[in-house]
């Protein structure tokens, strides 16, 4: 069979579920000139989303997690194009993907389109602020590791600013007040309070931690980690309460502004900055797309095999797509988290193969291994599920923490395989005892 007979597989999107999916394929068709498999990605290196609140912390660096798209590919026998979708011609089967500009305005690619056999649709979600006021000015969602990035700047630019002014601190100066209580929120809370207290320990004399900065968990919910049990949720609060992190339930936020938020309730939190992490949708660009089926939170509406209702050579996974929970009453949907996305992606790993066989896709049976939150050096905890434990089982601390880190190292196994993981690991533990334990930059 000939280069341009081989079947086309076009995954758009390189995070959790795209890239563990694209290394797959390329190492098991790519590179046996069985398939091309093609990787179409705006951004030029990957990185394990749920760590997006220790960059904002400064607890990591970015660059020692990164994965380069274009090495990767290179490594695994698929290729990545640069750029993001723009539209799909389903009666060609064209993907097209927009221009490239870089930071100076100039063209890095022309827009253009691709053709595919099979198309996976990976391209994750973003958070939802719900029409609030204020928020895209003035606040900052952990989306990408460029604005996680951003807000540890501005963070040890207000510390440095306290320190060397003369006159006191203003209202809500060094406040950080956090929108969204669900593991993001909480787990970016742990953080904050020991990075602030490490910021100020290198020669920041002149500010009081236990005194000058103060962090607000809002939820608009009854509780914080609304997706979680109540033991787990009433764990983490009296462990942030100890903190001294000011939670907040009940509370729900009708606008953002430079200074601060206003509560429904008429109460205003003054704070310096403000993080939104209330909520989450897949991209705008996805509603109707291709005239594909999608739901109120823009996600494709996928069927037990993870393929669009709409047409069956288009897959969704990850928390762009709305899967089917099998098991669960009817119109129950798998939720947007990691594992799943991880678990999507080794499923259909497996099935593309067969598709290109003339096989039908199996259905995806989710497994849910339960959920972990963490608390930065404190303590971690949460509830692990199913076939991992026999039942349902509570944990906390080190316990916990471990297997809290195993879903990370997992994914990077994906990626790797063991030996790279291995030294990686090995290498990020010298180079963390060896430099400050935040980032101060």
């Known amino acids: 069979m000939s ?46 989303k749920p760590h997006l609140h220790e960059i904002a912390a400064g607890s990591i660096d970015v660059h020692e997690h990164a994965t380069d798209y274009l090495a990767q590919s290179h490594w695994n026998g698929f290729r990545y194009r640069v750029g993001e ?76 600013r306290a320190h060397m002014q003369a006159e006191p601190l203003g209202p809500g100066q060094l406040n950080v007040a956090i929108i969204g209580a669900g593991a993001t929120g909480v787990e970016l809370a742990a953080e904050l309070h020991k990075a602030t207290r490490t910021l100020v320990s290198y020669n ?11 962090i607000h968990l809002i939820e608009a919910g009854p509780r914080i980690l609304p997706a979680l049990s109540e033991r787990i949720a009433g764990s983490a609060a009296n462990l ?64 037990p095999a993870l393929q669009s209702t709409r047409d069956e050579r288009i897959y969704a996974i990850g928390d762009c797509g709305a899967a089917p929970w099998l098991g669960r009453e009817a119109g129950v949907c798998v939720p947007p988290r990691a594992q799943a996305a991880h678990q999507q992606a080794s499923h259909l790993a497996t099935e593309l193969p067969r598709v290109l066989r003339g096989q039908a896709p199996r259905p995806w049976h989710y497994r849910d291994f339960g959920s972990l939150v963490s608390l930065g050096e404190y303590s971690t905890v949460g509830n692990l599920m199913g076939s991992l434990v026999g039942g349902n089982l ?32 090995a290498s990020r533990w010298i180079t963390r005892s060896t430099e400050p334990r935040v980032k101060l930059h």
């Open 3 to 48: 280069g341009s007979e081989l079947h086309r597989i076009v995954i758009v999107g390189g995070g959790a579920g795209g890239l563990e999916l694209a290394t797959r394929l390329g190492r098991t068709l790519g590179k046996k000139g069985l398939a091309h498999v093609t990787l179409i990605e705006k951004a030029r290196t990957h990185f394990w």
């Open 85 to 160: 979708m723009v539209g799909l011609d389903r009666e060609q089967r064209l993907v097209h993907v927009g221009p490239v500009f870089d930071e100076d305005g100039r063209p890095v690619t022309q827009g253009y389109a691709r053709a595919y056999d099979t198309l996976v649709m990976a391209v994750g979600s973003g958070t939802n602020d719900f029409g609030t006021p204020g928020v895209a000015e003035h606040a900052i969602a952990l989306e990408t590791p460029e604005e996680a990035g951003r807000f540890h700047r501005r963070l040890v630019n207000a510390c440095l």
């Open 204 to 214: 920041l004399e002149r500010i009081d931690p236990e005194r000058d900065t103060r």
């Open 240 to 303: 942030l309460t100890t903190l001294g992190v000011r939670v907040r339930a009940h509370a729900r936020v009708t606008s953002v502004d430079a200074q601060g938020v206003l509560l429904a309730s008429g109460e205003r939190i003054e704070a310096e900055l403000v993080v939104w992490a209330a909520g989450v949708k897949a991209p705008a660009f996805l509603k109707d797309l291709g005239g594909l089926e999608t739901n109120r939170l823009n996600q494709l509406v996928v069927g």
């Open 394 to 425: 509570w944990v906390e601390g080190l316990f916990a923490r471990t297997m809290y880190l195993s879903l990370y190292k997992m994914h990077e196994v994906a990626l790797h395989g063991w030996w790279k993981t291995a030294l990686g690991s």
